[in-house]
């Protein structure tokens, strides 16, 4: 399974942004996929997951409310609303979760398949 991301930009704060991750390969649809951003000098982080069925999604405190992950059969999204400055970062999509799914899902370790990073910047 091959992954990319895009749809990153320059917005201003309170402004919105889709991300895609589009996956090549029929076993993508069977996956728990996850996005995850790095910001400049700081660890990789989770955001968000969502099972192969499209429910189930997990997000992280800093994102809930304003951000909505969903997928279809061959692509992932990430729906980002009221966006702040410290959403600023390089945004991965992952897939492939190895483990519980309610255990492991906010661990970059346990997915076993990364898209190169899209970059989103929020201006203040």
């Known amino acids: 399974v091959q992954l990319q991301a895009s749809g990153g930009g320059l917005v201003q704060t309170g402004g919105s942004l889709r991300l895609t991750c589009a996956a090549s390969?029929?076993?993508?649809?069977?996956?728990?996929m996850a996005w995850f951003r790095q910001p400049s000098r700081k660890e990789r982080e989770f955001v968000a997951v969502?099972?192969?069925?499209?429910?189930g999604a997990y997000y992280s405190d800093s994102v809930k409310g304003r951000f909505t992950i969903s997928r279809d059969k061959n692509r992932g999204y990430l729906q980002m609303f009221s966006l702040r400055p410290e959403d600023t970062a390089v945004y991965f999509c992952?897939?492939?979760?190895?483990?519980?799914?309610?255990?492991?899902?906010?661990?970059?370790?346990?997915?076993?398949?990364w898209g190169q990073g899209t970059q989103v910047t929020v201006s203040s």
């Open positions: 992952a897939a492939q979760l190895v483990g519980s799914y309610n255990d492991a899902r906010s661990n970059a370790r346990a997915y076993g398949y």
């Open positions: 390969g029929h076993a993508f649809r069977a996956y728990t």
């Open positions: 969502v099972r192969p069925s499209g429910d």
